[in-house]
C-alpha cells in the first residue's frame, strides 16, 4: 500500500503521533490492571515505530 502526503499533513500526522506516545505513557504509568498495561505497551510499541518512520519521511523531504 502507498500513501501519499503532502508536507501539511505529514507534518499533523506526526504532531498527532508524538502526542498520543505522551497520552500512552501516562496511561500505562496509570493503569494497574496487568493485562491492560500489556496491549498499551504493545500498542506504544506500534507507534513508536510509525512515529521512527514517519519522522524519517519528514526528514527526507
Same mark, same amino acid.
Given at each position: =500500500? $502507498?500513501?501519499?502526503?503532502?508536507?501539511?499533513?505529514?507534518?499533523?500526522?506526526?504532531?498527532? +503521533?508524538? $502526542?498520543?506516545?505522551?497520552?500512552? @505513557? =501516562?496511561?500505562?504509568?496509570?493503569?494497574?490492571?496487568?493485562?491492560?498495561?500489556?496491549?498499551? @505497551?504493545?500498542?506504544?510499541?506500534? +507507534?513508536? @515505530?510509525? /512515529?521512527?518512520?514517519?519522522?524519517? /519521511?519528514?526528514?527526507?523531504?
Amino acid at each position: =500500500m $502507498e500513501l501519499h502526503l503532502d508536507q501539511e499533513e505529514l507534518d499533523l500526522i506526526a504532531q498527532l +503521533l508524538h $502526542e498520543a506516545q505522551g497520552n500512552l @505513557r =501516562m496511561e500505562i504509568y496509570d493503569t494497574d490492571n496487568s493485562d491492560f498495561k500489556d496491549l498499551l @505497551r504493545s500498542r506504544k510499541a506500534i +507507534l513508536e @515505530r510509525l /512515529v521512527q518512520r514517519i519522522d524519517a /519521511v519528514g526528514a527526507g523531504t
